[in-house]
């Protein structure tokens, strides 16, 4: 049976793991386990620039049963076709976390409309990668965090 597992719409900023690094999507794959249906589309996936990372673990074919598309992968390598690679996301990176800290900083962000539509509501010509929507954002404004009310 398959897991069916779908990984829509995250930013994911890898820290420093040191000897511990492994891949950003990694999942066993076997007869007793196997992984065909998981989806992987619309992410933001940044690895550290000295600790570049595989995309997925090629352990037992199991990114070759992963759907992949319109994810911005930085210092990643694997990247398959469909995907993004070497391009800054152009995120805010400033104030709280996670909003406004992962929202694109403005219309000419990359990960703005880089997308593919996965029945998720978003605006424009395709969905924004990441865990953000810029024209969804924008109306937010100030959003209160569980340490801010």
């Known amino acids: ?14 820290a420093n793991a040191g000897d511990r690094a492994a891949a950003v999507v990694d999942a066993f ?21 000295d600790q570049p990372r595989k995309l997925f673990q090629e352990r037992n074919d199991a990114g ?4 992949f598309g319109g994810n911005v992968c930085v210092h990643l390598t694997g990247v398959p076709d469909g995907d993004f690679s ?17 929202a694109p900083a403005g219309a000419d962000s ?3 409309d880089r997308g593919v539509d996965v ?3 978003f605006r ?5 990668a990441g ?11 100030d959003v209160p965090t569980p340490d801010k009310k």
């Open 110 to 112: 990359f990960v703005v």
């Open 29 to 49: 794959h076997d007869a007793k386990n196997p992984i065909g249906g998981w989806v992987v589309r619309n992410n933001v996936f940044v690895a550290p620039a």
């Open 64 to 67: 070759k049963q992963m759907t």
């Open 86 to 102: 070497g391009k800054e996301p152009g995120l805010k990176l400033t104030g709280a976390k996670p909003w406004p800290f992962y």
């Open 119 to 121: 029945g998720l509501p």
């Open 1 to 14: 049976r398959s897991l069916g597992v779908q990984v829509f719409n995250n930013t994911v900023y890898c």
């Open 124 to 128: 424009g010509k395709a969905p924004d």
């Open 131 to 141: 865990a953000y929507e810029l024209d969804v954002a924008a109306e937010l404004g």
